[in-house]
């Protein structure tokens, strides 16, 4: 479990911070009101972050935050000293944030602060930038906020490390490189990831007007202009990452949690439109039930993954219940989705599942049905296709 630790020589605020921090972020929360108590804490046990006032009986002239850095741990200030020249000072230092304690919402801050850099721990940023000084610098900054970070050169090795590590959250790129520059490396990355898969920052000491407008404009999620202050980037690269768990989240709710297809509940709020797309154009398309006699979530996986991989990515592939699924085939014919559902049972007869399926499919040839009207003929052929036996298929 994380550990934090408090310093604080107001009693009264530092019970309440623990017991905030405790109840908030489930974190085993030591306090100290003086430096010598908190480095006793500090021999104790490994904090994974420290919020500390900057005066303290035995440490008046901000030494606790010197001594912390000094002990490689990571820091937030707390303090009473609204004197913006202390704040920059301070901020100078490689702290983590710089809390008011006037501020009404000082205890949400930390809390939100933390709870950011918990998070932060899941999250991968990819750094490019020729200058090996830079690159040092940026990746300290990013590591101080818990990030994993990765660093390249230039944009064709970050390409490179962009397919070996997918899972990268966020690209931090300038713009001046040598073989392939920070534009051209976002035109790159936008024609297989969308802003809301990837972030991309874009860094530039350009002082063309125009060069920010271009990286927004060519795929960019924001841009940052050299030189910037820690706060600045801090801010920054935790938004960009926010924003990408938030779509996430959103997505989440869209999708079955074991196989990762869309759900019920997406289908009804987007096969209307989906089928008028496909309508518009004149074409027809198929929608076909499979239904899978195994509640086994290795069944389950292994058949949604047949499904996605027979199906083309135009398609729509849900899995409706628990034992049943969905697929909805654009642009098709009669022959052509016979193929495919007869593909998706020759999958899974040819690995020799340990489970068997049925289908029943039916074709929309009718303008004037309701989409209700094509699920039902298409639940009705599954229904038929079960009473006949195993890895049925009927098709009507």
């Known amino acids: 479990m994380n550990r934090i630790l408090v310093i604080e020589d107001n009693k009264t605020l530092a019970d309440a911070l623990v017991k905030k921090l ?67 000072a301070m901020l100078k230092k490689d702290i983590v944030d710089y809390v008011i304690k006037n501020e009404q919402s000082a205890t949400g801050l930390i ?16 750094v490019v930038d020729d200058s090996m000084v830079f690159r040092k610098q940026m990746q300290m900054m990013l590591e101080n906020l818990f990030i994993n970070v990765y660093t390249v050169a230039h944009g064709e090795e970050a390409l490179g490390m962009l397919q070996t590590h997918p899972d990268i959250s966020l690209v931090l790129t300038d713009y001046n490189m040598p073989v392939m520059d920070g534009m051209e490396l976002t035109l790159e990355i936008r024609k297989t990831k969308s802003k809301s898969e990837l972030s991309i920052i874009a860094i530039s000491a350009n002082e063309d007007t125009e060069i920010n407008a271009l990286f927004l404009k060519n795929g960019a999620n924001d841009y940052i202009k050299k030189p910037f202050s820690h706060e600045e980037f801090s801010c920054r690269v935790n938004n960009a990452l926010e924003a990408i768990e ?37 074409n027809r398309f198929s929608i076909s039930m499979i239904g899978i006699n195994s509640k086994e979530d290795a069944d389950i996986v292994h058949l949604s993954e047949i499904l996605k991989d027979t199906s083309s990515r135009k398609d729509l592939v849900v899995r409706f219940d628990a034992e049943e699924f969905c697929i909805v085939i654009k642009d098709t014919s009669r022959e052509a989705t016979q193929k495919v559902i007869q593909d998706i049972q020759g999958e899974v007869l040819s690995d020799k599942s340990s489970y068997s399926i049925n289908i029943g499919s039916t074709l929309y040839e009718d303008s004037s049905q309701e989409i209700d009207e094509i699920l039902e003929s298409a639940d009705m052929m599954l229904y038929k296709a079960q009473q006949m036996g195993e890895n049925q298929i009927i098709f009507e």
């Open 22 to 88: 405790s109840q908030k972020l489930g974190c085993e929360v030591d306090v100290a009101y003086k430096l010598s108590e908190a480095k006793l804490f500090l021999k104790m046990y490994k904090h994974f972050i420290v919020v500390t006032d900057i005066n303290l009986p035995d440490a008046p002239n901000g030494e606790v935050v010197d001594f912390l850095l000094e002990k490689d741990a990571r820091v937030i200030v707390l303090t009473a000293n609204t004197d913006k020249d202390s704040r920059k």
């Open 111 to 126: 809390i939100s602060s933390i709870r950011r850099l918990l998070q932060n721990q899941d999250h991968k940023v990819l």
């Open 246 to 282: 938030n779509i996430n989240t959103i997505k989440n709710t869209q999708r079955d949690f074991l196989t990762g297809l869309y759900n019920r509940k997406y289908f009804h709020a987007n096969v209307s439109n989906f089928l008028e797309d496909c309508m518009s154009d004149g």
